[in-house]
């Protein structure tokens, strides 16, 4: 197994497959620069990783989900191309086979590991959602496992489907992978047209409420999935999501009053506004500090409230001894007092 990642520190991987997968999304494989072909990667299907690229002089990290199962030589994702999309649109308009990027470890609770599965489950997605479900799906089929898996995908046309020749595929090979692609425009294919909705997940999933449910997807999707799902019996304790959306920032108590923030050991002894997002302000007066996933899930951003308070709105990756020695998420905590940070 490879053992890139020491000390939650960015490792150096090579890109060494890129295609299309649709008219706006791209596929990589990434791979160690090592050049020992049998090192092979471990994570928990469903995770994500954050790639980093220096862009414009500063170091950008942006969080994917890896759609390749564990114990591969490669890491697979795919990114889709989003209007103002620093990150995703440079990697499909530059980052090309034999280019070197900055890579922390895979991380994230929404797996299929930590969110262990009843022997029948329902994946069900849009978009580039399919990326983690599809990991889980191929780890399952590829351990053999005896798990029956419906999955439910969402997309535009057949065109429009993320990994559609592989689904068919996988579906025409494994009696208990069982594809139900709902297509706005099924035109060429077999697969009915239809909006997702309560109806349209009855029909395609009748014994919805006897799986655990993995839902991965725009975050109005996810909403109404969700609601959806609950209202056709599912059980609470067996509905996972994931929550890979930025959090808002939470500025309650702000009042707009100045408070005094200071880094000793980058020499940073500023005033900022109290309820100011901590990794913005960190940014702003330049800490070199990891903001990856900006949604308070991989923890790339941890650091240390040594004086003062700041309130949180995630502590997703922190252990309740690291909370109790300060130690916050930049990304998902706002100011609250004078405060001193340190970033060990």
């Not at 020491?6 to 050049?35: G, M």
């Not at 697979?76 to 090309?96: A, C, E, P, W």
Request: aromatic content about 8%.
């Amino acid at each position: 197994m490879i053992n890139e990642w020491q000390n939650n520190q960015p490792t150096t991987l090579r890109c060494i497959d890129k295609w299309q997968e649709t008219s706006d999304t791209f596929s990589f494989k990434l791979a160690s620069t090592q050049s020992d072909p049998t090192l092979t990667f471990d994570f928990k299907p469903g995770q994500f990783v954050s790639l980093g690229f220096e862009l414009a002089g500063k170091m950008e990290y942006r969080a994917y989900s890896i759609s390749s199962a564990p114990a591969e030589h490669y890491l697979q994702l795919t990114v889709k191309r989003v209007d103002g999309g620093l990150v995703s649109n440079h990697m499909i308009d530059h980052f090309n086979v034999g280019d070197n990027v900055s890579v922390l470890a895979p991380t994230g609770p929404f797996n299929a590991v930590d969110c262990a599965p009843k022997s029948k489950v329902a994946l069900l997605s849009a978009g580039c959602g399919i990326t983690p479900v599809m990991s889980m799906a191929k780890t399952w089929l590829k351990a053999q496992a005896d798990i029956d898996i419906t999955f439910i995908h969402m997309a535009k046309s057949s065109a429009q489907t993320i990994y559609f020749d592989e689904l068919e595929t996988l579906h025409s090979l494994y009696p208990n992978f069982h594809l139900r692609l709902l297509l706005k425009d099924n035109a060429g294919t077999e697969h009915p047209q239809g909006r997702l909705d309560q109806e349209w997940l009855r029909a395609l999933c009748p014994d919805l409420s006897e799986r655990t449910v993995y839902l991965c997807g725009p975050t109005q999707f996810m909403q109404d999935m969700e609601q959806n799902a609950l209202a056709l019996g599912v059980d609470p304790s067996q509905f996972h999501q994931e929550s890979f959306t930025p959090i808002e920032a939470h500025t309650e108590n702000s009042g707009g009053d100045a408070v005094q923030f200071e880094v000793p050991a980058f020499g940073v002894a500023t005033q900022v506004e109290q309820g100011a997002t901590l990794a913005d302000v960190l940014e702003e007066n330049g800490v070199p500090i990891i903001i990856a996933c900006r949604s308070g899930m991989c923890g790339s951003c941890k650091c240390k409230v040594t004086k003062g308070e700041v309130s949180r709105t995630s502590t997703e990756t922190l252990t309740e001894e690291e909370l109790a020695q300060g130690y916050t998420l930049a990304c998902s905590s706002q100011i609250q007092s004078d405060v001193e940070v340190s970033l060990t």
